[in-house]
């Protein structure tokens, strides 16, 4: 099954680990992730959003599968690939967070 965010699929953590190694010889600095769609690991070399480190993965994933296809793709990019506070308002923050269940 393909991604709908397009990005490359590892099966394993540790295969995309040593994807990054080579990333990282190269001077790019990058990290894995499980993604809540395709649930195979996928590297970025983006920042994580500080509250991405306490979602979890299923709450998510329903959340964005109610927001719709287009949206939740969106917020996708948002949450794995963007600063989440610099991103949104705060009122919409405290929504997404409550929704998935992390407290703010
Ligand atoms: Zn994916």
């Known amino acids: ?46 920042p994580l959003a500080a509250f991405a480190h306490r979602l979890r993965a299923p709450a998510l994933k329903r959340l964005l599968d109610d927001l719709g296809r287009r949206i939740a793709l969106e917020l996708f990019d948002v949450v794995f690939t963007e600063a989440f506070e610099e991103a949104l308002e705060r009122r919409t923050q405290q929504a997404i967070l409550k929704l998935v269940g992390v407290k703010a």
Not at 4 to 13: H, L
Not at 16 to 32: D, H, K, L, P, Q
């Open 1 to 46: 099954m393909n991604c709908p965010s397009g990005k490359v699929q590892f099966r394993t953590r540790e295969s995309a680990a040593s994807a990054i190694e080579r990333a990282e010889r190269r001077g790019t600095t990058c990290r894995v992730y499980r993604c809540p769609f395709c649930s195979a690991w996928h590297m970025t070399s983006k």
